[in-house]
């Protein structure tokens, strides 16, 4: 280790050019690796991939090669069993992992940053590290879609009053709500898909921000690490992070979408609605009223979707004044990265079992289906049907919805005559299309809650999910 004045300049970053060691409270300021120890294993799958590309052009020789990578192996081995100690002079796990290896190596170790700068190669890291996890959080979101449809079979018989403006509006299968999420769901997924592929550019060889004078081959070290292109300027990908902030974008319109459904079954499981009953393990009590029993892994999902979209917040307000290219600013985007996947992550485990585990409140919700004229919009159509115009019948309706509403009765329980008082060609055909039943069963444009539609959106899935 380079020593000055008796000082030991543990940092192995500390060139000659210093000759006083870094004050403690500086030390403690900028270390990074309190909470990039999480690319360790990402850092050693970089650095083997830079080693034998640097042996492939005669930059290392094959067997300090083979030494660099077993000992790389080695550390990573130890970090992962914990047998590994982080100190905060030596900054970041970059460094710590560097260190390991010249301290067991000597100048074979020395020779591992030949031709690569720690800016792309925490870059590099974190494209690594992210890339891993989109494919983790893909996988969980096909477990949520799994569970929703795994409810459909045996909800197809519920129906659902179907809500705008948190107004009882139309009456809509519970597999139609189910599935609803699966779209959301998949257009997350596509989301991940586009980002990824952002994600998956090679930095590496870009080196501090200018590439560098030595023989490097940086198209062989990307296909090493499966990194489909190779950043073409290197004053650029040194520093870019808008692949952080994609997948930060990407993780906030699922937390926005996770938390849209738990506000809406933390609604559901009210006395109030009584539509579903949310599965014990996933509630908890009150230590003060006993008869309580609260939706709180539900309020979670929704409270903490605010942690999710406050990162993207706090990363685009931290890229957005950076002159090119690197800037120490961007070591502060591994905490509200991480902090997105880790929530976001959390989120998605509770979510598949609590929606596998919950039940619908079957006899609640019919014994209120009546309630709110869900059969008015159909009705309508009804007339339009018998050539009335749209606005015309809008207005007639809305009329006798007035009538009903004012005698406290359903539409269905208007005698005749007063339908053919406000439109005299009515007959008594017209209660056919009245009552929830026979309102799903008009449905029949592509998409809507048609059973049939539904069932063939719900053959689509299956298949599409197996
Ligand atoms: N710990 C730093 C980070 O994570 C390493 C960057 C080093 N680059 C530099 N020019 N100081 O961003």
């Not at 139309?170 to 898909?193: F, M, N, S, T």
């Not at 109030?272 to 609260?294: A, D, H, R, V, Y």
């Not at 309508?380 to 207005?395: C, D, K, T, V």
């Not at 444009?445 to 048609?450: F, H, L």
Request: with cysteine; aromatic share 6%; charged share 25%.
């Amino acid at each position: 280790m380079p020593s000055v004045e008796g000082v030991c300049l543990a940092s192995p970053s500390r060139s000659g050019v210093f000759n006083k060691a870094t004050d403690r409270r500086v030390e403690r300021f900028t270390e990074s690796v309190s909470f990039d120890h999480r690319l360790y294993a990402h850092d050693v799958q970089g650095s083997i991939a830079h080693a034998q590309m640097l042996a492939k052009v005669g930059l290392l020789s094959e067997d300090e090669c083979r030494r660099i990578c077993q000992t790389l192996i080695d550390i990573r081995d130890e970090i992962a069993a914990g047998n590994f100690e982080l100190r905060t002079e030596l900054e970041d796990i970059h460094m710590h992992i560097e260190q390991a290896l010249i301290d067991r190596l000597g100048d074979a170790g020395r020779k591992l940053h030949t031709g690569r700068s720690r800016n792309d190669q925490v870059s590099t890291d974190l494209r690594l590290w992210v890339r891993d996890s989109l494919d983790r959080v893909d996988s969980r979101l096909v477990e949520l879609q799994k569970a929703f449809v795994g409810r459909c079979d045996g909800d197809l018989d519920v129906i659902l009053p179907g809500y705008t403006h948190l107004q009882r509006a139309q009456p809509v299968l519970a597999p139609h709500y189910w599935l609803a999420y699966c779209e959301k769901l998949e257009r997350d997924r596509g989301r991940i898909r586009d980002c990824r592929r952002r994600v998956n550019v090679s930095s590496l060889g870009a080196a501090a921000l200018a590439g560098t004078s030595l023989p490097i081959d940086r198209h062989d070290v990307a296909q090493r690490l499966g990194f489909e292109e190779v950043g073409a300027n290197s004053l650029d990908i040194s520093s870019d992070r808008d692949f952080v902030l994609e997948a930060a974008f990407t993780l906030s319109v699922i937390a926005a979408h996770l938390s849209t459904w738990a506000e809406e079954w933390i609604l559901w499981s009210t006395t109030e609605f009584n539509f579903l009953k949310l599965p014990q393990e996933f509630c908890t009590g009150s230590s003060i009223m006993p008869q309580k029993i609260n939706p709180d892994v539900l309020e979670l999902t929704r409270g903490k979707s605010a942690r999710v979209i406050g990162n993207l917040q706090a990363l685009l307000v931290l890229v957005k004044g950076l002159p090119l290219a690197y800037n120490r600013d961007l070591q502060e985007d591994k905490e509200a990265i991480f902090d997105s996947f880790d929530t976001v992550e959390l989120c998605l485990e509770l979510a598949a079992p609590l929606v596998a585990g919950a039940s619908l409140n079957r006899e609640g919700i019919a014994a209120k289906l009546d309630k709110g004229h869900l059969d008015a919009t159909t009705l309508m159509e009804y007339l339009i049907g018998r050539g009335i115009p749209q606005r015309s019948a809008h207005h007639l309706i809305g009329d006798l919805v007035r009538q009903a509403t004012e005698k406290g009765i359903r539409l269905a329980d208007l005698p005749l005559t007063d339908f053919q008082a406000a439109e005299p060609s009515l007959d008594k055909t017209v209660f056919e299309c009245l009552g929830v039943d026979n309102v799903v069963a008009a449905f029949r444009s592509y998409g809507s809650t048609a059973p049939a539609e539904v069932r063939k959106q719900l053959e689509i899935w299956k298949k599409k999910l197996n």
